[in-house]
């Protein structure tokens, strides 16, 4: 037996239905925030290729379903295995409710999962369904509402010791960095319920029961924090570093988090995705589009700017 994995999630955009739909079908547009190369024949049983850092396997398929501003649907290899897609565009109000609904089938060689947590068995190649469409949702939204991405995330990158990314949001620095340690921001994007003492040696805190952040390592008002990180799965304690400077209109956002080499086993590839999903969150926060996650809590019910999520997983005879 092997099981069917059908991600479903609902997000509701401000943008009119035309707008949005461009954004998913125009090779220039997708090359601004998901691929770093795209060709697109936009009609039914046309060639589908996108390829780039940002894109865990890359995309080359036939369009599969094409109904103008209403559906795209195509195939996505992942992890060796054959997966389809199916985007659907229906008007709400003066907005755009955009569903995205993703099947793949687990095997003994790739395992496609939804939860917080990873599969017990990490020797077998997995993706995180959940959070590679938070993180792509996540800088559609960022397109739509700015024009630009706010930094593409490498999602093919080779294990080393330390996961790195960055963006850039049209916000002032100071807002950037208060966004880090203000505990009411750090409630919309990231934390349960965050406490921080803003200080070297300070105590700092998520609320994720053991996990997450420990003790602040430094701080720099304005420019930089860091602070300890523990796994309590895997007990293994780790390095988060963020700096803040000023880039062009804005402000330049720069994580690294290391110590992977010392964990006990392989979770960069979850921390890999994880930190630039949460990269969105927080440029989303900044540009005053996010409040409490929205796009990482299933339980969510959909609002003028939140999600809601739906997995479920269907025996199949091999």
Not at 200 to 225: C, H, K, M, T
Request: proline content about 4%; some cysteine.
């Amino acid at each position: 037996m092997s099981a069917a994995i059908r991600f479903n999630r609902s997000i509701l955009l401000k943008q009119d239905i035309g707008t949005v739909w461009k954004a998913l079908t125009s090779a220039e547009a997708l090359n601004i925030w998901f691929s770093d190369e795209a060709e697109v024949e936009a009609r039914e049983g046309g060639r589908l290729r996108l390829r780039g850092r940002a894109i865990p396997g890359n995309i080359s398929a036939w369009i599969s379903a094409f109904e103008d501003r209403r559906r795209l649907g195509f195939g996505w290899q992942l992890l060796g295995v054959e997966t389809s897609v199916l985007l659907s565009l229906e008007e709400q109000a003066d907005m755009t409710r955009l569903s995205v609904s993703h099947s793949a089938a687990n095997s003994q060689d790739a395992h496609f999962f939804m939860s917080h947590e990873a599969p017990a068995d990490r020797s077998i190649p997995r993706i995180n369904l959940r959070e590679l469409w938070s993180y792509i949702l996540g800088a559609l939204r960022i397109y739509l509402i700015t024009g630009r991405s706010a930094g593409k995330a490498d999602l093919n990158a080779a294990p080393t010791d330390e996961v790195r990314y960055s963006l850039q949001v049209p916000v002032a620095p100071a807002a950037a960095f208060d966004a880090l340690v203000n505990p009411a921001k750090l409630q919309h994007w990231i934390a349960a319920n965050a406490r921080i003492e803003p200080r070297e040696g300070g105590a700092i805190n998520f609320a994720w029961d053991l996990d997450g952040p420990q003790r602040v390592l430094q701080y720099e008002e304005g420019s930089r924090l860091a602070y300890s990180w523990y796994d309590s799965t895997l007990d293994w304690r780790s390095k988060v570093e963020w700096q803040v400077e000023a880039d062009g209109a804005g402000a330049r956002i720069s994580l690294v988090h290391s110590g992977f080499l010392q964990a006990p086993s392989d979770i960069f590839t979850d921390y890999r995705c994880g930190w630039p999903v949460f990269g969105q969150f927080l440029a989303l926060t900044l540009l005053d589009e996010l409040r409490h996650r929205e796009f990482f809590l299933p339980e969510d019910r959909d609002n003028a700017s939140g999600t809601n999520a739906e997995t479920t997983a269907v025996p199949q005879d091999d």
